[in-house]
């Protein structure tokens, strides 16, 4: 089946092998694929997102965790993003790919965040701490390039300036020596991407972009016209916005106000009265923008269970009442906020303060 660019049409990517995946199942034959901006990869609507194998949100990771990562890939998910800041994620990534083939799947990492107790030693955005992330993520993911080297977090960058005239460069010798293919920016603050991509002096491939494609925040669907006008691909993350819409409800870390957590307990009261359960009605809403640009949503699928849940919502076209009921739920947050659906700015000045700067 031909596609387009920006499509739900499902087709086989360039990453389907028949000596991997087999005959094509009914995942593989209804998993859509979107161009990750102008990069030429086409990835998965649905991509494994590595933060839950650090245990972020209190899921049991084991031998069937690295199990479900390799059956993903051969259901058609194509698309791997890890981080040094996640823990363990980039050592159970390499295990989980050790013997499957190169040419099966992408995978995303990040420099400049790391995995630390506390505030102190998390950033460092310098030439020589990104270098050094680069090659003890190659060696962890026992991989000789990733596909999308990012900046992990970037507003948490007290200087701009480093990230400027340090890191972005740093980033462009990794692609010249052939360790990654593009190169990505993530962050919270969709308005600091925006500023990074128009100062930057290399060429940004990727965003990704966290908790700002949910019922209680859409922002970013207003900075998509930037982000196409500069041909660069959108990675979308979190859809139940770090555990907020979960049955379990949120971690104690999350930074939402008590504003956010309170309507979103209304809004599961209203979805659980329609006969649904929270998670899968925030994913569908999360994978399924209306804008068709933004190329893949991150996922945590720990476990076969979820993967499975996840995979059927990923590959089940939205319908007149699904779209109704998101309707309903963004009607909830509208009507029942009392202050701004985001937290943005909340960590970094956490940050701050943390460094004895506020």
């Not at 981080?83 to 390499?94: D, M, N, V």
């Not at 990794?174 to 990654?180: E, L, T, Y």
């Not at 100062?199 to 998509?224: E, Q, W």
């Not at 933004?294 to 009442?321: C, G, Q």
């Amino acid at each position: 089946m031909e596609k387009s660019n920006f499509s739900d049409s499902s087709f086989l990517p360039s990453t389907f092998d028949p000596g991997f995946h087999g005959a094509v199942d009914e995942n593989l034959s209804r998993m859509p694929y979107r161009a990750l901006g102008r990069t030429g990869l086409d990835v998965s609507l649905i991509s494994y997102g590595g933060s839950s194998l650090a245990k972020f949100y209190g899921d049991e990771i084991n031998q069937k965790s690295i199990e479900t990562i390799r059956t993903s890939i051969k259901r058609g998910v194509n698309y791997i993003d890890t981080s040094p800041w996640y823990g363990e994620s980039e050592a159970l990534l390499g295990e989980a790919l050790n013997g499957i083939p190169r040419n099966v799947y992408y995978i995303g990492t990040k420099v400049g965040r790391n995995f630390t107790p506390g505030w102190e030693n998390r950033f460092d955005f310098s030439r020589g701490a990104v270098l050094k992330n680069v090659e003890n993520s190659l060696n962890l993911l026992g991989l000789s390039y990733v596909d999308v080297i990012q900046i992990h977090d970037l507003e948490f960058c007290l200087d701009p300036q480093i990230i400027i005239n340090e890191t972005l460069p740093a980033l462009e010798s990794v692609v010249r020596a052939g360790k990654a293919k593009f190169i990505g920016i993530t962050g919270y603050s969709l308005e600091t991407m925006k500023q990074t991509i128009e100062s930057s002096p290399v060429k940004i491939d990727t965003i990704l972009s966290y908790c700002r494609m949910n019922f209680h925040d859409t922002a970013l669907l207003d900075y998509m016209p930037f982000f196409e006008s500069k041909n660069v691909g959108v990675i979308n993350a979190a859809p139940v916005s770090m555990g907020l819409y979960t049955n379990r409800g949120p971690p104690e870390w999350h930074p939402a106000s008590d504003d956010v957590k309170r309507v979103a307990g209304v809004a599961k009261t209203y979805i659980t009265n329609q006969g649904k359960r929270m998670e899968d009605v925030a994913l569908g809403f999360g994978l399924h923008p209306e804008n068709l640009a933004v190329s893949t949503t991150l996922v945590s699928m720990p476990n076969e269970e979820i993967l499975k849940t996840n995979l059927e919502i990923a590959t089940t076209p939205r319908t007149v009442d699904d779209r109704e009921l998101y309707k309903n739920v963004l009607e909830i947050f509208k009507s029942n906020l009392k202050g701004p659906g985001h937290w943005e700015g909340k960590e970094v000045m956490e940050y701050k303060k943390a460094l004895n700067l506020a």
